[in-house]
């Protein structure tokens, strides 16, 4: 079992929509970053959260440390949000990651 | 400024080769780190290196070894490629040690291993 769960894997939604990524990690970390990849491979940092809720634009991300759990939304959605997002929780032996979400927003 | 820079972009190899990936960190930074993105997964971290010194390691074989020059640039080092290693290659960099800091990530290098 990966440390670091997403969930939904995949979600098609159309345009407009407000989205909401999940992530759940099992172990005590000291930061959690939200990512995001677009085809071809390359990555940007979106968030680094150790408390509480941040807000760039149209996203926020939100970390219940006591739950172990941080959500990534995105508001009034659009096409060129489609991409591959990922978290990665901040641990005393490096960076783990989950496998990602696959979002694809409809016009 | 310029961004993370990776070389080569795109590199095909066979099995029992090695190779070395290149990595230039944004002026400044003086930690990179490095992961492995097999197709459809997330990816997973290998080294840290900071100040020229190994700061963290992920469970890779010891085929696997890296290194930081005093520009801050660093190399990895695979031997005796499997196919398995066959991955999408990315460095990151940051100004401090703590991986907690914002990553900035290159554009990673596709290695094909036949």
């Known amino acids: 079992k990966n440390e670091v769960e997403q969930s939904p894997q995949n979600l098609t939604a159309q345009e407009g929509e407000f989205i909401t990524i999940n992530c759940s990690y099992s172990v005590g970390i000291s930061a959690l970053h939200w990512l995001q990849q677009h085809p071809g491979g390359g990555i940007v940092s979106l968030f680094m959260l150790s408390s509480g809720k941040k807000k760039h634009g149209r996203l926020i991300a939100t970390i219940n440390i006591q739950e172990k759990h941080s959500s990534l939304h995105i508001t009034a959605s659009h096409p060129r949000d489609s991409a591959v997002y990922i978290c990665a929780a901040r641990r005393a032996d490096g960076l783990t990651f989950g496998k990602g979400t696959h979002l694809i927003i409809q016009p | 400024d310029a961004g993370v820079t990776q070389s080569p972009t795109h590199l095909i190899k066979t099995r029992g080769q090695h190779v070395t990936l290149r990595c230039s960190p944004i002026?400044?930074?003086?930690?990179v780190s490095w992961y492995q993105q097999v197709l459809g997964q997330g990816p997973q971290f290998i080294f840290q290196y900071y100040e020229k010194e190994e700061r963290g390691r992920g469970n890779f074989p010891d085929r696997f070894s890296a290194r930081q020059f005093p520009n801050y640039s660093s190399e990895l080092n695979v031997n005796a490629l499997l196919l398995g290693d066959s991955a999408l290659y990315l460095c990151?960099?940051?100004?401090?040690?703590?991986?907690?800091?914002?990553?900035?990530f290159g554009p990673g290098t596709r290695l094909l291993v036949l």
């Open positions: 990151a960099s940051s100004p401090g040690v703590d991986l907690g800091e914002t990553q900035y």
């Open positions: 002026s400044g930074h003086k930690s």
